[in-house]
């Protein structure tokens, strides 16, 4: 069974940082893509990054875009995302995905609980 952890999230002030980690397990993800996802209240979930867990290039919403850095661990296998000069506007809920297909849309095979992450101002 596929399970994905989330774990980091909490409260950090304008300008901090962040980092986020998902530990994956129940299969081997050496051929899937991961991402990162986050929704806001009110808002629809939208991507943030993502990543083949072979390596290769990363992508990143423009919104983020310099500022969070997705990495992974293999012997860990973990998924990380570095979230630095964090913006009230960043404040969600944030999801770790896993999928065959890399894609920036929600059509990920398998999500996780995911993790708070608020900024203040």
């Known amino acids: 069974q596929v399970q994905l952890v989330e774990s980091g999230g909490g409260l950090v002030q304008a300008g901090g940082s962040l980092r986020l980690s998902c530990a994956a397990s129940g299969r081997t993800f050496s051929s899937y893509a991961m991402g990162w996802f986050r929704q806001a209240p009110g808002k629809e979930r939208e991507f943030v990054a993502a990543?083949?867990?072979?390596?290769?290039?990363?992508y990143y919403a423009d919104s983020v875009k310099g500022r969070f850095t997705i990495s992974r661990d293999n012997a860990k296998n973990t998924v990380y995302l570095q979230m630095n000069s964090l913006k009230p506007e960043d404040t969600a809920v944030y999801y770790c995905?896993?999928?065959?297909?890399?894609?920036?849309?929600?059509?990920?095979?398998?999500w996780g609980q995911g993790t708070q992450v608020t900024v203040s101002s």
């Open positions: 990543m083949r867990w072979s390596g290769g290039s990363t």
């Open positions: 995905a896993a999928d065959r297909i890399l894609t920036t849309t929600l059509t990920y095979d398998y």
